[in-house]
């Protein structure tokens, strides 16, 4: 048997389980550790936040208020938003994902990050905290010493935030979790809570997430089945994800108040080289070829 079909048969008791996804994540990410690697991923996407913010928003984030959506198991994000912009870094998350066991890699990573952003760094009075951090030390030690603000809530927590209180908000991999009434929910509260002329980063996967579990399907998979098929398989918030693609996402962001400045979608492009656009579902069957060649995209917004 290959691996993913081990993959497969490992992950399909959890998806008809009552709360399934939630046990799943805790004997992942808690027990096995499997979210070593998010630390690595994030330095890596975080650089590519910086690059982007700063040359089709003309944003630098240094001396800037930053906010950090979900970002997940992984601290790395909120060393390196400390040590570039100077400042304490807001974090909302819909439950609280912290363990002792992902603190000394989130060390590690964002120290090796930090030496290629160091041109991008400000030189505020959190902006050295990354030098202080220590190995062995728990997930709240660390926010402490970073005086990170951490806020766990759904959607409806986003309102207890001031109104114009940050500058930048970045996400990766979160968006496509929410259904197209969340964001929009979730574009008003991010349009209120920015500045004027703030910045949104945003990376989405507009993959099949079960494709990293079962390569035996392709990465669109989620687009050949109709609406309520998909309803069935996708329950909990671990497993669910929309089925929207980047024009959605654009259309989703300017009816919002945001201006689209930039979508970036250079990376993954031949993930679905073999995808048949008919044999797609409904209205997906009108997509293109050079449509399935935007798996991932980042896009850059500014708020009108």
Known sequence: MNRWKLKKLWISPFQVLPKGDLLYEFLTAIVLGTQCGMSRKWCYWFREHVVLCRRYAKLALAGKRLWLFQPG????PVILGTHVTGNSVLVTEDRRRLARRYVDIAIEKAKEAARKLRAATHDGSLAGAISELH???SPA????HLDAQYIVGKLDALKSLPSGSIDACLSMGRLEHFSA???GELFDQM??????DGVGSHIIDHRDH????DKSIHCFNHLTVDDEKWASICRGRKWYRNRLLEPD???LFEEHGFAVLKCVHELHRTDAANVDPASLWGPHKNLTRDDLQVAVSHIVVRRR
């Open 135 to 137: 190995p062995k030390g």
């Open 73 to 76: 198991w992984s601290l790395a």
């Open 210 to 213: 079960f494709w990293y579990y």
């Open 191 to 196: 349009h209120r809570i920015l500045a004027p």
């Open 181 to 183: 009434a969340e964001l």
């Open 141 to 144: 030690a660390v926010l402490k």
């Open 249 to 251: 996402y654009v259309r």
